[in-house]
């Protein structure tokens, strides 16, 4: 028997994109809770649901493990994770069910729960827990073990007396202390299996890890339900010993860093790459950071100690847009950065952003014409679209007719399903209209056959296969066109 069973709702199979792609790794968020639960002294297990079936293997789990909670708990570093998909909320649904079999009470944590707390309590789930959760954890767990009734737990949601959902003192809860967490137990994890799946894939087997949590920076189209704009960074001696022990240990032959952003303390990089040199720990590895980081002495000390990839938020070619985002980033910037990653022998890869609030076909054409000529080694590509909630229109409302305010967020797929009713007419508005985007008048809503609601996603997939090809049409053999959505 063990006090606490720790679990989450992302399994690759259930994404056949990511299965073709075929990159696990392990889910650093739900291991840093461990971590927490261990210092304050509970036993814990993992039933690390990216490579083990949900179902019958998760029920098997219950029976061996016997715990008194199960807390489903999600990685709050890995994109893919974060997400916020209606597959993994089928998967947590169907986690709880199997839990409240035994009458044990479940805890959920995630950017969805986050944002949705009361669809979770009304699956099942006894208690949310928001925001920066690994305190808020071990003082809920500590309550209920020994119990109490959990009160005064700030960023906890659960049903109260009256049957409501109610809230603790804080809306979301925060944990300046991560930094002095200790570092993600490896035990709990199954290696061999993720060795197997990247060896057979790929040929190399690769681990992820973080130096750090959070961005500070303030994209305004950014959703941050967990860290919002806090950032904190582990000791560097600290990520260059877990780096070490990688290496020399588990055998891992390549690292991915899931930091928002990684370098972002150039002081902290020089001595990162001392602390690596020493411990002979240098590996591959692959970084997501700001072209603006990215100085002649950052990318020379990156290069050190192990960089072969650089994953840049460049989001557009047009400097207009990103001025509307916010990014607080210059072309030029981007630029210098791509030519001094060439120049080092790091592989440079562009995050590209479309269809952001007012951005016109000129815009896309300059963003094509900026990846033509910079030649990076990869991009990826997502598409901007509204929430339900209301969002800022301020650049390109005369476009719309309308005056709206709130934040503006990219999000996933199957957030566009619940967003399109609100959403899509406004989307369509900005990039589909000959006023607005005299380019793509070729496809104007007027031209698509009429669909019911539920299918308008149709309309917005034809449009991203039209700038795949117009992408794909512009450059050049040497460049791979990335994830589309």
């Known amino acids: 028997m063990v006090d606490i ?41 993992l039933f690390d649901t990216m490579l083990s079936d949900p179902d019958m293997e998760f029920r098997r789990s219950l029976a061996h493990h016997d715990p008194k909670i199960v807390v489903i708990y999600e990685d709050d570093f890995n994109f893919l994770t974060k997400m916020c998909l209606t597959r993994m909320r089928e998967v947590a649904w169907h986690l709880t069910d199997a839990a409240k079999e035994r009458e044990i009470p479940v805890i959920a944590h995630g950017s969805d729960a986050t944002d949705h707390p009361e669809l979770f309590l009304s699956h099942g789930i ?66 061999s299996s993720y060795r197997h799946a990247w060896k057979k894939a790929h040929g190399y087997f690769s681990v992820n890890m973080v130096s750090s949590r959070g961005c500070p920076y303030q994209c305004n189209w950014c959703a941050k339900p967990i860290s919002g704009n806090k950032f904190q960074l582990r000791a560097a001696s600290v990520v260059a010993e877990e780096m070490r022990q990688f290496k020399h240990e588990a055998g891992a032959e390549h690292i991915w860093f899931s930091d928002d952003v990684f370098a972002l303390n150039r002081h902290w990089v020089q001595e990162f790459v001392s602390e690596v040199s020493q411990r002979a720990a240098a590996l591959p590895f692959k970084i997501q950071s700001r072209a603006d980081l990215m100085t002649e002495e950052t990318v020379a000390a990156l290069r050190s100690a192990g960089c072969a990839e650089v994953w840049m938020g460049v989001e557009s070619g047009s400097q207009r847009i990103l001025d509307a985002m ?25 995050f590209l952003q479309f269809g952001y609030p007012g951005e016109h076909w000129s815009d896309l054409q300059e963003t094509i014409a900026f990846v033509r000529n910079t030649r990076p080694d990869d991009i990826g590509i997502s598409f901007s679209y509204p929430f339900l909630a209301p969002f800022s229109m301020s650049a390109c409302g005369h476009n719309l007719g309308r005056n709206a305010t709130g934040p503006i967020a990219m999000t996933c797929a199957s957030c566009f399903k619940q967003s399109i009713r609100a959403g899509f007419i406004v989307l369509s508005a900005m990039l589909f209209t000959q006023k607005s985007t005299p380019g793509l008048s070729m496809v ?19 449009w991203s296969r039209l700038v795949k090809i ?16």
């Open 5 to 45: 069973l720790l679990t989450h709702s992302y399994h690759l199979a259930y994404d056949q994109k990511q299965v073709r792609k075929m990159q696990p790794y392990r889910p650093l968020g739900t291991l840093y809770a461990a971590a927490a639960l261990r210092d304050a002294g509970f036993s814990v297990a």
């Open 126 to 191: 006894d208690y949310v827990l928001r925001g920066e959760a690994e305190q808020t954890l071990v003082a809920l767990c500590t309550d209920l073990i020994k119990g109490r009734t959990p009160t005064e737990i700030g960023g906890l949601v659960c049903i109260g007396d009256s049957g409501d959902a109610t809230s603790g003192d804080r809306a979301l809860s925060r944990n300046p202390d991560w930094t002095t967490l200790h570092q993600p137990p490896t035990d709990l994890t199954d290696f």
């Open 326 to 350: 916010d990014k607080g980033l210059n072309i030029s910037s981007v630029r210098a950065a791509r030519q001094r990653l060439k120049e080092f022998g790091i592989r440079a890869g562009y």
């Open 444 to 462: 104007r809503a007027s031209r698509w056959p009429r669909l019911p609601s539920n299918d308008c996603g149709t309309r917005y997939l034809f």
């Open 470 to 485: 117009q992408m794909q049409s512009n450059l050049s053999r040497r460049t791979r066109v990335g994830r589309l959505g």
